[in-house]
């Protein structure tokens, strides 16, 4: 099997830069085999959206409202998955959950907090 472990969330001001890390650990088998990373976020009394998304071959996909502003990127070596944010606004706040699929299933994480305020 295999965990994800989200972290890097935290407060920051209109304006500012977060790098949250998704961290894959488990089966070795498991984690080569999952096809995509993706990052949801839920805010409260909204339903989970997809924020943005990265295949194995690399090729990436985000939402919208977070075009230019959102960056995913993924290094196999550390089996890790980034999400780079800048521009924060207070709309992107929200708990940040990071989710891997593969052909025997997906995984969730546990979630970070994003809170964007001054």
């Known amino acids: 099997q295999v965990q994800l472990v989200e972290s890097g969330g935290g407060l920051v001001q209109p304006g500012g830069s977060l790098r949250l890390s998704c961290a894959a650990s488990?089966?070795?088998?498991?984690?080569?085999?999952?096809?995509?990373y993706t990052w949801y976020r839920q805010a409260p009394g909204k339903e989970r959206e997809l924020v943005a998304r990265?295949?194995?071959?690399?090729?990436?996909t985000y939402t919208d409202s977070v075009k230019g502003r959102f960056t995913i990127s993924r290094d196999n070596a550390k089996n890790t998955v980034y999400l780079q944010m800048n521009g924060l606004k207070p709309e992107d706040t929200a708990v940040y959950y990071c989710?891997?699929?593969?052909?025997?299933?997906?995984?969730w994480g546990q979630g970070t907090q994003v809170t964007v305020s001054s």
């Open positions: 990265i295949r194995a071959v690399g090729s990436t």
């Open positions: 989710y891997g699929a593969s052909g025997a299933g997906g995984y």
């Open positions: 488990g089966s070795i088998v498991s984690i080569n085999a999952i096809a995509w």
